[in-house]
């Protein structure tokens, strides 16, 4: 015990086990043995002498101070050492292996022979109390006859888990179960292959038939060798090879001017080589209905082009459903089709417009005016001078308001409030400061000035 109320710094040598003894007091150190140990902590550090070793035989620093070297009274280590200043070993956290999951489709458990103690006493299983048993109760608990005692209850493993391990979205995946999705997509692509291989086949059977036609037809005209060649010619754009089926419908005609040679200033519109494409306008600032060619994005979303491409979702989608159409194979069916669909769908809205409007009201709410009404603005163009006088456009009616204008009464010129006397306010035709005063005219600002030099 000695031991422990005793602060051990790092200049003290290792002491031997016949050298202590339990039982032995704390010795107060003499003179001398502070100055030995104020020299061979010196020493150490200078490099004279070895450096302490702690209890793992790895050197201790002696450069580290005094107040992290030496070990607190009640930690009782026995020479120099450093370990209280690392993580314990009990204060690690011990988490799950990755290998450790909660157990599936687990339907046998052991079934006792004979009744334990805090068992469920209606069943018999261990995991649940009579409370919780989900068993009709018995006529005579399991409990006292030690008969047909139910299977235990599974209980699932605690995991403990890191923060990642508890987001681990793979956590409890059997790789095994991946081999049926591999062997899946086998049998599919081998499908394919022997699809794709009659389909050659066919092709080749066909093309041996059309040969040996055309020999016999050998003694034709000369109009029908020029449309056989028209037929084998490809469109200007296109580049079709036979043996590896590509069509490449990207490439320029070659009188054509190149889309990087539009503008040649490096800033502006993108122009991307692998797919030769300049989505943007080349000529910026400019009209793009004025220039020979304002980018791909406006041809592709002008014209008709919206009105193919929401055609083409209409027919996707009415495939989906069950509906066999094809936007190219039957256009005119596709546009009848769209068109029902959408006056179902305007007569479907309405009437669940009107329905909502019977049940609730509020029909006079939709009725509302036109936005010029509503916002006092409208498209037609004016110009004005700096004067204001106007110069090209029609003039801009007066806004009304909803007091009667020019209306003076009570033979008044002007209105109440356009003369000020003294803090008060008055008629300026009379100088009268009377509101409702009937008007006197001249003679009523002689009176308004003889009062005030009064």
Request: with cysteine.
């Amino acid at each position: 015990m000695s031991l422990m109320n005793k602060n051990i710094v790092v200049s003290e040598v290792l002491k031997t086990k016949s050298e202590i003894n339990e039982d032995d007091e704390p010795k107060k150190k003499s003179r001398e043995d502070w100055r030995k140990a104020k020299e061979l902590e010196e020493a150490r550090k200078a490099g004279t002498a070895p450096a302490a070793v702690d209890e793992e035989g790895r050197d201790i620093n002696p450069h580290i101070p005094q107040y992290i070297s030496s070990t607190p009274w009640y930690y009782g280590s026995k020479g120099p050492t450093l370990k209280h200043q690392r993580i314990q070993d009990d204060t690690i956290p011990k988490f799950s292996g990755l290998n450790e999951w909660y157990k599936r489709g687990i339907t046998e458990t052991p079934v006792s022979g004979k009744y334990r103690k805090g068992a469920c006493e209606n069943c018999g299983a261990m995991g649940h109390n009579k409370k919780d048993c989900l068993e009709r109760p018995r006529k005579i608990a399991a409990k006292y006859i030690n008969k047909q005692l139910a299977a235990d209850d599974f209980v699932q493993p605690t995991l403990v888990q890191t923060y990642d391990g508890k987001r681990d979205r793979w956590a409890g995946y059997d790789p095994s179960q991946h081999k049926a999705i591999v062997e899946q997509y086998q049998r599919i692509e081998e499908a394919k292959r022997t699809l794709k291989a009659e389909k050659l086949n066919k092709s080749v059977a066909d093309n041996e038939k059309e040969g040996e036609e055309e020999e016999e037809e050998e003694g034709g005209d000369d109009e029908e060798d020029e449309d056989k060649y028209v037929d084998n010619f490809d469109m200007p754009g296109t580049k079709v090879d036979s043996k590896q089926r590509i069509t490449v419908r990207n490439l320029r005609i070659r009188e054509d001017t190149a889309k990087y040679l539009r503008n040649l200033d490096p800033n502006s519109a993108f122009y991307d080589p692998k797919t030769r494409s300049m989505r943007d306008n080349p000529h910026k600032g400019k009209d793009p209905e004025e220039v020979d060619y304002a980018g791909e994005n406006f041809v592709r979303f002008t014209g008709d082009t919206q009105k193919h491409a929401t055609a083409q979702l209409f027919a996707w989608e009415a495939y989906e459903k069950g509906v066999d159409v094809h936007l190219l194979a039957e256009p005119t069916k596709l546009e009848l089709l769209k068109r029902e669909y959408e006056e179902k769908k305007e007569e479907f809205k309405h009437k669940v417009q009107e329905k909502v409007l019977d049940k609730y009201g509020g029909e006079e709410h939709l009725k509302v005016p036109p936005k010029e009404l509503l916002f006092a603005q409208t498209e037609e163009y004016r110009e004005y001078t700096r004067s204001g006088k106007l110069v090209h456009g029609e003039e801009k009616l007066p806004v009304k308001s909803r007091y009667e204008e020019d209306v003076y009464p009570l033979n008044h010129k002007s209105i109440w409030g356009s003369y000020w006397e003294n803090g008060q306010w008055g008629y300026k035709c009379c100088r009268s400061l009377i509101r409702n005063s009937y008007c006197i005219g001249e003679a009523g600002k002689t009176l308004a000035s003889t009062s005030s030099s009064m």
